[in-house]
């Protein structure tokens, strides 16, 4: 498929999905206590990393189902978002719960490979919503 028929086919398909109103309400993953940890990771990042893992949670939030490289993922209903920031990658692992996207953890990434310890704390938190 040549370039231009590629850019009319995604107009149509954005398109489609804009004026059917579908998209996915972002929540955040709440604790027994109260607390929402996604949402305390975010206030605590610089305003720059922020607007980037916002940007990024939007473009799932309304492209969703979407894939790599902005999406991957990691188990059954459980996928990872993939930010770029300058200098370094932060990681917000989510689930779908019917309408809704829920930010279950985020942490900046430190090595080539997803921590085990981000990675079974998301988890245990998507079991814990299961419940």
């Keep these: 498929m040549d370039e231009s028929k590629a850019c009319i086919t995604y107009q149509i398909w954005y398109t489609l999905r804009r ?10 993953y ?6 929402e940890p996604v949402r305390a990771w975010l206030q605590a990042l610089s305003k ?7 940007g990024d949670i939007k473009t799932v939030q309304y492209g969703w189902p979407i894939g790599m490289p902005v999406v991957r993922k990691m188990d059954p ?9 300058d200098k370094g ?6 689930t779908v719960k019917g309408e809704q996207m829920v930010l279950l953890h985020g942490f900046i990434k ?3 490979k997803t921590p085990q310890a981000d990675l079974q704390l998301a988890r245990d938190r998507k079991a814990n919503l299961e419940k």
């Design 77 to 85: 209903g459980l996928w990872e978002i993939r930010c770029r920031l």
């Design 48 to 54: 720059q990393h922020k607007k980037a893992i916002g």
């Design 30 to 35: 709440r604790t027994e206590s109260g607390n």
């Design 19 to 28: 004026d059917a109103d579908m998209f996915l309400e972002v929540v955040f």
């Design 89 to 94: 990658i932060a990681r917000v692992l989510f």
């Design 110 to 112: 430190k090595s080539q």
